[in-house]
């Protein structure tokens, strides 16, 4: 009896799909009418949702090339300001590692990025080492053109200089693989230095406190000594102290003002605070804002489409009481009833859905071929999102189309449900 009574239920439950399909078919200038009004708002969000994650990050990975808004440095060290990067110049002058808490602390510091400029020889040659931590780093991996997989280890060639990947380099005779190389940014004191972790440049330390000469490295078969003109003392010097840094690197957080934080670490002793491009760090700080106005903007626009929904079917079950009514009358229960019509919604914003995700897709294409490409040229890549975002963002487009049709046909269909029969077939003729 229980089977028989469960395949009776199924069986009447797709009488209800089958009619509420039929009642799609009978008037098809509406129908089409709200599938295309759905197409249109739901492939506008799906093409404004995946426009959006491309163009995000695309500016972000621009913008992260920018370097830091402000720079803490001691009080004697220069500092190179460019339109699209602050960096520091090459100087004896350092600051205490633990330094980086009380920065951090100040309200406005979104991150801190400490860096360690230390004078080496490289293949015999006297460059520059900029040690740098990758957990905090927002200036030197964002110019990062070309590397090995796996985490960083080894050196990162500056955008001057002629490294292979994979090479082997000698660093005050201990060798190092060249992890990467940066792209060009046309700062010469960031061009022509190599990059390593603070863990690395431990390392080379403790190798050059473990070499019989401190002031005589080894490089190949020849001892060779550190070059004159560098006038440092810490070239390949085993005395060299790790538990000091050269400048912290800081980007401010959305709001935070540059003058105002300026002002705050002006109190600590023995630094100074440089600023940077204050266009450039205006645009960084209103990039979320940014896109959070856009997907406000998107969901106004799905609620607008949901009272629509709403509007138009409350007109439609008002057409039909008359029908409604007498399907009460033969014995349909309310809550079939109400399936028949939360069906007939589904379906008709469901392929709607379906044709806008299409519709979408179309406009993301062009949208490719044209402004995406104008971004390109400016400096702002259009890369489509993962393959897994796209499909569950296509998913969730048909998904949401659906329960659209669900939830903006609930309410008048709780109407028609709550009535009695005789009072649908009278309401028809008031």
Same mark, same amino acid.
């Given at each position: 009896m229980?089977f028989?009574?469960?395949?009776?239920?199924r069986?009447?439950?797709?009488?209800?799909?089958?009619?509420a399909?039929?009642?799609?078919?009978?008037?098809?200038?509406?129908?089409?009418?709200?599938?295309v009004a759905?197409?249109?708002?739901?492939?506008?969000?799906?093409?404004?949702f995946v426009a959006?994650?491309?163009l995000?990050?695309? #500016?972000?990975?621009s913008?992260?090339?920018?370097?830091?808004?402000?720079?803490?440095v001691?009080?004697?060290?220069l500092?190179?300001?460019?339109?699209? *990067?602050l960096?520091?110049?090459?100087?004896?002058?350092?600051?205490?590692?633990d330094?980086?808490?009380?920065?951090a602390?100040?309200?406005g510091?979104?991150? #801190?990025?400490?860096?360690?400029?230390?004078?080496?020889?490289?293949?015999?040659?006297?460059?520059?080492?900029?040690a740098?931590?990758?957990?905090?780093?927002?200036?030197?991996?964002?110019w990062?053109e070309q590397h090995v997989g796996?985490?960083?280890?080894?050196?990162?060639a500056?955008?001057?200089?002629?490294?292979?990947l994979?090479a082997?380099?000698?660093v005050?005779?201990?060798?190092l693989p060249?992890?990467?190389?940066?792209?060009?940014?046309g700062?010469?004191?960031f061009?022509?230095?190599?990059?390593?972790?603070?863990?690395a440049?431990?390392?080379?330390?403790?190798?050059?406190r473990g070499?019989?000469?401190n002031?005589? +490295?080894?490089?190949?078969?020849s001892?060779?000594?550190p070059?004159?003109?560098?006038?440092?003392?810490? +070239?390949?010097?085993?005395d *060299?102290?790790l538990?000091? +840094?050269?400048?912290?690197?800081?980007q401010?957080s959305?709001g935070a003002?540059?003058e105002?934080?300026?002002?705050?670490?002006?109190r600590?002793?023995?630094?100074?605070v440089?600023?940077?491009?204050?266009v450039?760090?205006?645009?960084?700080?209103?990039l979320?804002?940014?896109f959070i106005?856009?997907?406000?903007?998107t969901?106004?626009?799905?609620?607008?489409?949901?009272i629509?929904?709403?509007?138009?079917?409350?007109?439609?079950?008002?057409?039909?009481?008359?029908e409604?009514?007498?399907?009460?009358?033969?014995?349909?229960?309310p809550?079939?009833v109400?399936t028949?019509?939360?069906?007939?919604?589904a379906?008709?914003?469901g392929?709607?859905g379906?044709?806008?995700?299409?519709f979408?897709v179309?406009v993301l294409l062009?949208?490719?071929?044209?402004?995406?490409?104008y971004?390109?040229?400016l400096?702002?890549?259009?890369?489509?999102?993962?393959l897994?975002?796209?499909?569950a963002?296509?998913l969730?487009?048909i998904?949401?189309?659906?329960?659209?049709?669900?939830v903006?046909?609930?309410l008048?269909?709780?109407?028609?449900?709550?009535?009695a029969?005789?009072?649908?077939?009278a309401a028809?003729?008031r």
């Amino acid at each position: 009896m229980f089977f028989l009574a469960t395949r009776r239920g199924r069986h009447d439950q797709w009488l209800l799909i089958r009619l509420a399909a039929q009642n799609v078919g009978r008037c098809r200038l509406r129908a089409i009418l709200l599938g295309v009004a759905v197409m249109l708002g739901v492939g506008i969000a799906f093409a404004s949702f995946v426009a959006g994650w491309a163009l995000r990050d695309g #500016i972000a990975r621009s913008f992260s090339r920018m370097g830091a808004d402000l720079v803490v440095v001691p009080s004697a060290t220069l500092v190179n300001i460019t339109s699209s *990067l602050l960096t520091v110049q090459p100087t004896d002058e350092t600051l205490p590692a633990d330094l980086a808490k009380r920065i951090a602390g100040i309200p406005g510091v979104a991150q #801190i990025a400490p860096q360690r400029i230390v004078p080496a020889l490289v293949e015999g040659r006297g460059v520059n080492l900029v040690a740098f931590d990758p957990a905090q780093d927002f200036s030197v991996l964002p110019w990062l053109e070309q590397h090995v997989g796996g985490p960083v280890d080894g050196l990162i060639a500056g955008g001057g200089l002629a490294a292979s990947l994979g090479a082997t380099l000698s660093v005050c005779g201990m060798p190092l693989p060249v992890y990467g190389r940066l792209a060009k940014t046309g700062v010469g004191p960031f061009d022509e230095s190599y990059f390593l972790t603070f863990d690395a440049l431990a390392e080379v330390v403790s190798f050059c406190r473990g070499s019989p000469s401190n002031r005589a +490295v080894k490089t190949g078969n020849s001892p060779r000594s550190p070059i004159a003109a560098m006038s440092h003392a810490d +070239v390949c010097s085993p005395d *060299l102290r790790l538990d000091r +840094v050269s400048a912290y690197l800081l980007q401010l957080s959305p709001g935070a003002k540059a003058e105002e934080m300026k002002f705050a670490l002006s109190r600590l002793p023995g630094l100074k605070v440089v600023d940077g491009n204050g266009v450039l760090t205006s645009s960084r700080q209103a990039l979320s804002a940014l896109f959070i106005g856009i997907a406000a903007f998107t969901a106004f626009q799905l609620v607008a489409l949901l009272i629509l929904v709403s509007l138009l079917f409350s007109a439609i079950v008002q057409e039909r009481y008359r029908e409604v009514g007498l399907l009460r009358a033969m014995g349909a229960r309310p809550d079939q009833v109400m399936t028949m019509i939360l069906a007939e919604a589904a379906i008709v914003t469901g392929l709607g859905g379906v044709a806008g995700l299409g519709f979408g897709v179309a406009v993301l294409l062009i949208f490719a071929r044209s402004l995406g490409f104008y971004f390109g040229l400016l400096g702002v890549p259009f890369s489509w999102p993962p393959l897994a975002i796209l499909q569950a963002g296509a998913l969730v487009a048909i998904a949401f189309s659906a329960i659209l049709g669900l939830v903006g046909a609930l309410l008048p269909a709780w109407r028609a449900r709550r009535m009695a029969p005789y009072e649908l077939i009278a309401a028809e003729g008031r």
